[in-house]
């Protein structure tokens, strides 16, 4: 005459079975990554790998997935200053460096006429930011100024109008810092600025406030892989070792970046099979 299992004994058959299973899910979803510092919802999956709409239980293991999710897209940039008209890029550099003297978040850029020009401040409303100009010129720190207006850059144009690329854009302000010596200043290497200024200028003059730092950069985008990086995503190594961002530079295509190597060495173009930049690379983030 058969008999019942005692229900102890159906429980413990039933949470072995549990464990067996997501052992195996585990050893079959576990992905195999060639960029380091990659988020595990980040990484690519081999072609065999489940989706993560096919395989609930892997999208609930992996803690990063929320995180890229709500990464959100990079604020657009409101009313800023522009002064200056230098043919000498030292002076340039001067001015920025004694607005950052007062702890105003400043940048040097090279316009299309090929003068040096300086830009800083990022209001929400037009007043505050001619108040702020006005201010600084009583005070013999500025000359004459412009105010930038939001709908005069690049993003807002573009997505204004429906015409342009915004990528082309961001590639085309990095190509005129060709040749010029890397000369940022009001932050050191040690304190995380490292060459990140050209990627950020790149950025701002095209109307989105990309953070000032390389680890914040990184931070802020969009994991893409290394074969589907496209012109206007930036690319990230770890130059000093290690697993900590220390050098950003912007992916032009053909498997090519502009970067600012180190002060005094000229901004220029390099590509990212060599093997020091292969061994140190990070990975790529997107902010379109």
């Given at each position: 005459?058969?008999?019942?299992?005692?229900?102890?004994?159906?429980?413990?058959?039933?949470?072995?079975?549990?464990?067996l299973?997501?052992?195996?899910?585990?050893?079959?979803?576990a992905?195999?990554?060639?960029?380091?510092?990659?988020?595990?919802?980040?990484?690519?999956?081999?072609?065999?790998?489940?989706?993560?709409?096919?395989?609930?239980?892997?999208?609930?293991l992996?803690?990063?997935?929320?995180d890229?999710a709500?990464?959100?897209?990079?604020?657009?940039?409101?009313?800023?200053?522009?002064?200056?008209?230098?043919?000498?890029?030292?002076?340039?550099?001067r001015l920025?460096q004694?607005?950052e003297?007062?702890?105003?978040?400043?940048?040097?850029?090279r316009?299309?006429?090929?003068?040096?020009?300086v830009?800083?401040?990022?209001?929400?409303?037009y007043?505050p930011?001619?108040?702020e100009?006005?201010?600084?010129?009583?005070?013999g720190?500025?000359?004459?100024f412009?105010?930038?207006?939001?709908?005069?850059?690049?993003?807002?144009?573009?997505q204004q109008?429906?015409?342009g690329d915004?990528?082309?854009?961001?590639?085309?302000?990095?190509?005129?810092?060709?040749?010029?010596?890397?000369?940022?200043?009001?932050?050191?290497?040690?304190?995380?600025?490292?060459?990140?200024?050209?990627?950020?200028?790149?950025?701002?003059?095209?109307?989105?406030?990309?953070?000032?730092v390389?680890?914040?950069?990184f931070?802020?985008?969009?994991?893409?892989?290394?074969?589907?990086l496209?012109?206007?995503?930036?690319?990230?190594?770890?130059?000093?070792?290690g697993?900590?961002?220390?050098?950003?530079g912007?992916?032009?295509?053909d498997?090519?970046?502009?970067?600012?190597?180190?002060?005094?060495?000229?901004?220029?173009?390099?590509k990212?099979?060599?093997?020091f930049?292969?061994?140190?690379?990070?990975?790529?983030?997107s902010?379109?």
């Amino acid at each position: 005459m058969l008999t019942a299992n005692p229900p102890l004994k159906n429980l413990c058959r039933s949470f072995l079975c549990l464990f067996l299973w997501l052992l195996v899910l585990a050893g079959c979803s576990a992905p195999s990554v060639q960029d380091r510092g990659v988020p595990q919802a980040s990484r690519e999956a081999s072609p065999a790998a489940p989706s993560a709409a096919a395989d609930p239980i892997a999208a609930l293991l992996d803690e990063d997935s929320a995180d890229q999710a709500d990464m959100r897209p990079l604020e657009k940039m409101g009313y800023s200053i522009q002064v200056g008209a230098f043919t000498n890029l030292d002076n340039a550099v001067r001015l920025e460096q004694a607005l950052e003297a007062r702890g105003i978040d400043a940048y040097y850029f090279r316009h299309e006429s090929g003068l040096y020009k300086v830009r800083f401040a990022n209001h929400a409303s037009y007043q505050p930011a001619r108040e702020e100009a006005e201010r600084l010129q009583a005070q013999g720190l500025i000359d004459k100024f412009f105010i930038v207006f939001p709908e005069d850059y690049a993003a807002a144009r573009i997505q204004q109008s429906g015409q342009g690329d915004l990528r082309t854009e961001l590639v085309r302000t990095a190509k005129r810092f060709l040749g010029i010596p890397y000369r940022w200043g009001g932050v050191t290497a040690e304190n995380g600025f490292d060459c990140s200024g050209l990627t950020m200028v790149c950025y701002r003059l095209n109307g989105l406030n990309l953070p000032r730092v390389s680890r914040n950069q990184f931070q802020a985008g969009r994991w893409v892989p290394k074969a589907q990086l496209r012109p206007g995503d930036l690319v990230f190594f770890a130059t000093k070792g290690g697993q900590r961002v220390t050098h950003v530079g912007m992916y032009i295509g053909d498997g090519k970046f502009i970067h600012a190597p180190r002060t005094g060495k000229n901004v220029r173009i390099e590509k990212l099979s060599n093997s020091f930049f292969t061994k140190t690379y990070m990975g790529g983030r997107s902010y379109l």
